[in-house]
């Protein structure tokens, strides 16, 4: 018979920690929200949490580094807004955080969850946290949970 794993979407006795970013917090606050919501309809209790405020998304990889590295947690989800502006900032933040996190996920084998949108505007991350398009906060949280379920039984 084939085995077939697959995570449940529960929050198990698994450890999150969450880091968000402050810049832009008006949608982070929102994906913030959306993530412990999520975590807590699907079982989290307070000490399951750990939330992690750091100033801008180029800083959520060297905190979810040391959360990841840490051994406490097992997944770290990383939320951020990052919105075109004028310059070539925007690809700078937006690769460094895309890199940063494949390689946490490489280097120390904890689920880095990627919930940093990448807007070309205001209102399209707007649409993204809890409104039109639903919340990439809950959702990062539905694959954290996944994934520390999935990992646990590999
Ligand atoms: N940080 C963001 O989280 N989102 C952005 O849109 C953004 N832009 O466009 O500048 C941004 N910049 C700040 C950056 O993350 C660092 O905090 C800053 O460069 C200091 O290292």
Not at 39 to 53: C, F, M, N, P, S
Not at 81 to 99: D, K, L, M, N, P
Request: charged residues 15%.
């Amino acid at each position: 018979m084939i085995k077939e794993i697959k995570g449940q979407l529960s929050a198990g006795k698994a450890n999150y920690a969450i880091v968000v970013s402050r810049f832009n917090e008006f949608v982070t606050g929102k994906l913030l929200s959306g993530a412990v919501d999520s975590l807590q309809r699907h079982g989290a209790t307070d000490e399951q949490l750990t939330i992690v405020w750091v100033p801008g998304t180029i800083e959520i990889t060297v905190a979810a580094k040391r959360l990841a590295g840490s051994g406490k947690f097992n997944a770290v989800i990383c939320l951020g807004a990052v919105i075109r502006g004028q310059t070539s900032h925007y690809e700078h933040v937006c690769q460094q955080i895309t890199r940063g996190l494949g390689q946490i996920n490489y280097d120390t084998g904890v689920p880095a969850i990627f919930g940093v949108l990448t807007c070309d505007t205001i209102e399209q991350a707007i649409e993204r946290a809890g409104t039109k398009l639903g919340n990439a906060g809950a959702s990062a949280a539905l694959s954290a949970m996944e994934m520390a379920d999935l990992l646990g039984q590999i």
